[in-house]
């Protein structure tokens, strides 16, 4: 009878020359010729124009890189325990993931050059350094597949406090437990920058400051400068808008 060790050793050497997936169990078919931004619209079902609330696997194809991952995810059980999402959901998204990262996981230039083809007319560069280091949970210059598939469970599936955690924490850029006005500050100046100047109607010059203005009028409780994780949820939950906006992504996959 095998050992634990030398069964794991087998499904890494059958994942490594390409017979065996170990998320979705199937072996890989021919490579996607889609450009980056086609296949990053894969990996992002809600961000296609007509997608349904289910996704389906039939136009969804695999790559025939594997033999260069150096990087495998967990097993799919697991995953399916740590997200909100189905196995059926884990493994579109997952081959997904390998059609753009098939090294099994993304760095910041990487992740900044597929934002910027959202934003051809503006400089996305500085937002997608903030959004990347919140999908790095593990802050070591690269996002897993696990990394990207929990935070994207919490953006589409998580509870409302859960969605408004993750959205402090990318706001919060040292970790402190507090955003303060330069933080607020640069983050505002990355979303304007992101936008660029042919937005309609256009943007006044000081549109940023006004908001990080208003920002801390709302949320700043005490008056002290900084906001807490306790005065941002507070308010939050409070303002009715912000609470329809926490389910626009609802049932988009």
Not at 164 to 189: H, P, Q, S, V
Not at 225 to 250: P, R, W
């Amino acid at each position: 009878m095998k050992s634990r060790s030398q069964d794991q050793s087998l499904s890494d050497s059958r994942e490594l020359d390409r017979s065996y997936d170990p998320l979705t169990g199937n072996p890989p078919s021919k490579p996607n010729e889609k450009t980056i931004k086609q296949r990053f619209l894969k990996l992002l079902p809600c961000c296609r124009s007509g997608s349904s609330s289910s996704i389906t696997q039939s136009n969804i194809s695999d790559d025939d890189e594997l033999s260069t991952v150096r990087y495998r995810p967990e097993r799919i059980d697991r995953l399916v325990q740590q997200t909100n999402f189905t196995k059926k959901e884990l493994q579109v998204l997952y081959r997904g993931f390998k059609n753009e990262c098939p090294s099994g996981v993304v760095n910041e230039e990487t992740f900044k050059s597929i934002y910027s083809q959202f934003f051809p007319h503006g400089d996305s560069s500085m937002y997608a350094h903030f959004l990347f280091e919140a999908f790095d949970t593990h802050n070591n210059g690269s996002v897993s597949f696990e990394d990207f598939i929990v935070s994207l469970s919490i953006i589409l599936r998580g509870s409302i406090t859960d969605k408004l955690n993750w959205a402090f924490n990318l706001y919060d850029f040292n970790k402190d437990g507090c955003i303060t006005r330069e933080e607020m500050t640069d983050i505002m100046g990355s979303i304007y920058d992101m936008m660029g100047k042919y937005t309609y109607p256009c943007m006044k010059e000081n549109a940023s400051k006004e908001h990080v203005d208003n920002f801390f009028q709302k949320m700043d409780k005490n008056k002290d400068g900084v906001v807490t994780i306790e005065e941002f949820l507070d308010t939050c939950q409070k303002d009715e808008s912000i609470m329809q906006s926490m389910h626009m992504f609802d049932n988009v996959i």
